[in-house]
């Protein structure tokens, strides 16, 4: 399977595969292609977890409350690529989709979030593709959240390969907000603009909150075991 290597020994992941094949659930490459997913997302979440535990260690204080990560199931795959207007193929997957591995870093203040983003941005082998600051403009819904789309290394036994993986950090505020607006109307076939309109209010109302525990987290924490002040 692994076929193409060139001289710096980097494997590139469509060499893995044509192109233009059809994903296929069932077929082997599909298996493969995900394992590679998997094991980008487990150096990712080697990085991070190593990350909250050294600012936990040393700084006493943890600004992250929790870290998770999940692979884009093969319906969700499906659905994504059919709503963008893709072709079903294998080259639109890996290219087109940035969140086949998704890691989500839920922080307790909206400070922490652009710091921890920071810190992500500063490792020397992860490469930033790209940064959306949906906290500073939120999505029509009221979604807020902050998304790297990065890639990170893997050493394969015939080299070296880049993997994307899409990282969602956001502070305790957001993240619950998101999580019931993800039940109740993101992924929803119903139109109710009257849902919509009172999810999109909560959200000003969470972010209010979220503005007000950062300066009261400010004042208190400053004073004593605050990371990197
Ligand atoms: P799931 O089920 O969470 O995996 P683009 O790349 O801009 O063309 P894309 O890939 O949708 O579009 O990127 P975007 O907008 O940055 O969103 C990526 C993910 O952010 C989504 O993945 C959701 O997890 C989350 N998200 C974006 N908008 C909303 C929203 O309005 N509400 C909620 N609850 N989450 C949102 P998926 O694959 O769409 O969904």
Partial sequence: MIDIINQNNLLSINSLLNEN??????????????????????????KLEILKEELNEFYSYTPIEEITCRIKSYDSIIKKLNKKGYALTYGNLI????????????????DDVYKIAELI??????????????IKNPKKSGYRSFHLIVEVPVNFSRGIMFIRSEIQIRSL????????????????????????????K????????????????????????????
């Fill in 21 to 46: 094949d059809m994903i296929n659930k069932d077929d082997d490459k599909f298996r493969k292609l995900m394992f590679l997913y998997k094991s980008a997302q487990r150096e990712l979440m080697t």
């Fill in 95 to 110: 290219n087109n989709l940035n969140d086949v591995s998704g890691i989500r870093i839920v922080c307790n203040f909206k």
């Fill in 121 to 134: 941005e500063s490792f020397q082998d992860v490469r930033i593709l790209e940064e959306r600051d949906y």
């Fill in 173 to 200: 505020g957001m993240n619950f907000w998101s999580q019931l607006e993800h039940q109740i109307n993101y992924k929803s076939e119903n139109d109710n603009a009257s849902a919509k309109k009172r999810l999109m």
């Fill in 202 to 229: 909560y959200a000003n109302i969470i972010d209010e909150i979220d503005n007000k525990l950062s300066i009261l987290s400010d004042d208190e924490l400053k004073k004593s075991k605050r990371f990197l002040n």
